[in-house]
């Protein structure tokens, strides 16, 4: 049964730091990972997706890697802001299914 | 293109009712799966639809089920409501199973309390 954890569970910060968050997961056997932020009370907005034969993914300040064999992801976030804020949910989906597995979120404070 | 619209995005129940959910998938997508989120916990997998057939279940009971449409629009049915039902339930729609699994795109959620 596949597993993924999130460090650090919350994490604060002031504004325009560089930061990294990590994500592992059990079962190297994936067909993807994703990565989403959730403001509080909302549904999930995706960030990046990095298929299983990629190593990393960019999208403006905001950069993941996948290490797939050792069960690893990491998203760095440069020049943090306020608006940053929120939780980021890693998610992987498993190799002959299309569903994603999550882990339980790192909540993001970055304050002015 | 539109993207995943859920409703209702808030409602109270009382235990012992029933709750129906609904969700329209995005423009060209043609499958939809559920999750459930509870309060500072990730999303769990609830079931997956694919062309109108469920093709994938998590670990709930059978009081959830649903239903996919012929246009791809999809219900979540919850009998018997216990307080533990009381969460964010996440629908999401992709374009995949038949070139492999796609992108997720979820909706805004639709909050479920249980009283």
């Known amino acids: 049964k596949q597993e993924v954890t999130q460090i650090p569970a919350a994490l604060s910060v002031p504004e325009g730091e560089n930061l990294v968050l990590n994500c592992s997961f059990t079962?190297?056997?994936?067909?993807?990972l994703q990565w989403f932020r959730q403001d509080p009370g909302k549904g999930l907005t995706s960030l990046l997706l990095?298929?299983?034969?990629?190593r990393e993914q960019t999208s403006g300040r905001l950069n993941a890697s996948l290490d797939k064999s050792s069960g690893r992801s990491t998203l760095y976030i440069a020049a943090s802001q306020p608006g940053d804020s929120a939780t980021y949910l890693c998610?992987?989906?498993?190799?002959?299914?299309?569903?994603?597995?999550f882990g339980k979120g790192t909540m993001l404070l970055v304050s002015p | 293109e539109t993207g995943v619209t859920q409703s209702p995005t808030h409602l109270i129940k009382t235990r012992g009712q029933q709750v129906t959910l609904r969700c329209s998938s995005q423009s060209g997508h043609n499958t939809v799966s559920w999750y459930q989120q509870a309060l500072g916990q990730g999303p769990q997998f609830i079931f997956q639809y694919y062309r109108e057939e469920e093709n994938g279940r998590g670990n709930f009971p059978p009081r959830f089920s649903g239903l996919q449409f012929p246009n791809y629009s999809s219900e979540l049915n919850v009998n018997a409501l216990e307080l533990d039902d009381s969460a964010l339930y996440l629908c999401?729609?992709?374009?995949?199973?038949?070139?492999?699994?796609?992108?997720?795109?979820f909706g805004e959620g639709s909050r479920l309390t249980v009283l």
């Open positions: 998610a992987v989906m498993n190799s002959g299914y299309s569903t994603l597995t």
């Open positions: 999401a729609s992709s374009s995949g199973l038949a070139g492999g699994p796609g992108e997720l795109f």
């Open positions: 079962d190297s056997a994936i067909y993807n």
């Open positions: 990095i298929q299983s034969s990629q």
